[in-house]
Structures are given as C-alpha cells and as structure tokens.
C-alpha cells in the first residue's frame, strides 16, 4: 500500500484520525480531549515516529492539507486542523455535529 | 567544556534559561511567555534539537532536575520546570519577583 492509499484509507474509514507524534504534548492534547470528549467514538491513532514511512506520511499530509505540523486531525473525512483548530471547534459547538453525524 | 559546566554556567549566568527544541509548540509558548510578559529580561535560549550535545544535555537535566522533557525552565538559579510549571507560577504571582529579584 502506498502512503497516499494508507492516509487516505485511514481518513476514509475512520470517523476520527489522528496523525500525531508519541512524545508531543500538543498531540497527547487532541488525542485527549477525543478520548474524554466522545468516548464512546473510536479514533485511529498514527503515531508518526514509531513508523518508517512517518516522514513520508508527513510529506503527503502537507500535500493533501498544506499543514506538515502534528497532530493532524481529520473528523467525518473532514479536515479538522491541528491542536489548537480541534479546541477552537469543540469550544465553538462545530466538533460535536460532526463527529455524531451519521 | 563538559555538558555539565555548560548547563550549570547558563543557569548561573542567566536570569532565564530556557532548555528548548525549535519545533516544539510547548516550548514556544514557553519562550513567547517570557518574551511578551518580561521584555526587557534577555532569556538564554538553549535549542537542544541544533546542537551534537542535545541528547547528552537532555540526560544531564534529568539528573540535575528529574526532567527530561523540554521545555525545562530556570529562573534566577530556580528550576521552575516545563511549561504548564511556568505557566502556573505566572498565574500565581510567583515568576514575576522571581524574575525581578535583584
Ligand atoms: N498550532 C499548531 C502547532 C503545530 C505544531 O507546531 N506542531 C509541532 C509539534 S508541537 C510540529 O509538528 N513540529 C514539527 C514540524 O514543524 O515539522 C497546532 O495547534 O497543532
Ligand atoms: N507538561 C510538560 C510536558 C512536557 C513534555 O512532555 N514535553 C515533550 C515535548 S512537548 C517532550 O519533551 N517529549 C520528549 C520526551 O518525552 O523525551 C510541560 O508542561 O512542559
Ligand atoms: S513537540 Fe512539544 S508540543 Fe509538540
């Protein structure tokens, strides 16, 4: 599987994706806020440096999203943003529509 | 000059020392902290991601202060810690005479 069809699979089949780094604490943030937030809603976690193709992934996600930042959030195949876009939309009342849509 | 005297002379020659990595978020909110609150206060900025030493650092402040993780913080001499640590002290009025002591 290429990078390309592992991303885009993962965003695809997962109401919550994550690209994210083990160790950040901006990361550990959004991860957190989802696994307190909407418990009940599997995210898919890639943490990018426990994988060989983690630079790869990085360089397609700022292709796809123009963001090579971590984390990387994407909700109902939607482009969230980074940590600080995920706590302004979940303050804003926009996260949790998305994430209880169908 | 061996890690330790590096480590120890920037703490004892700094108002504020500030063990860094460059891509870290945490560490720059540490950093705009210090900048925009206490201005005319020159910090020591220590970017561990750009030296050949930063491992070696990293291990010496976690003897020195049982932390590993940037951003680690000293004021006047004072290990204050990471960045939710200077971000408390700061809320709670103790960073600022820190800072100011003579
Ligand atoms: N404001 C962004 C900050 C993102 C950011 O700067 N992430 C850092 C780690 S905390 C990063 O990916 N740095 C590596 C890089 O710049 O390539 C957010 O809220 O996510
Ligand atoms: N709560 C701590 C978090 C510190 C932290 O986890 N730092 C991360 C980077 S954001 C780190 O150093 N990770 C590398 C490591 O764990 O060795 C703080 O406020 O500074
Ligand atoms: S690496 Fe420090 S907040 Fe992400």
Redesign the pocket.
Known sequence: MSVKQLVDSAIADNKITIFSKT????S?KAKNLFASEFPDVEAKIIELDEREDGDAIQAYLLEKTKQRTVPNVFVNQQHIGGGDDVVASFKQGKLRPLVEAA
């Open positions: 160790w950040c604490s901006y550990k």
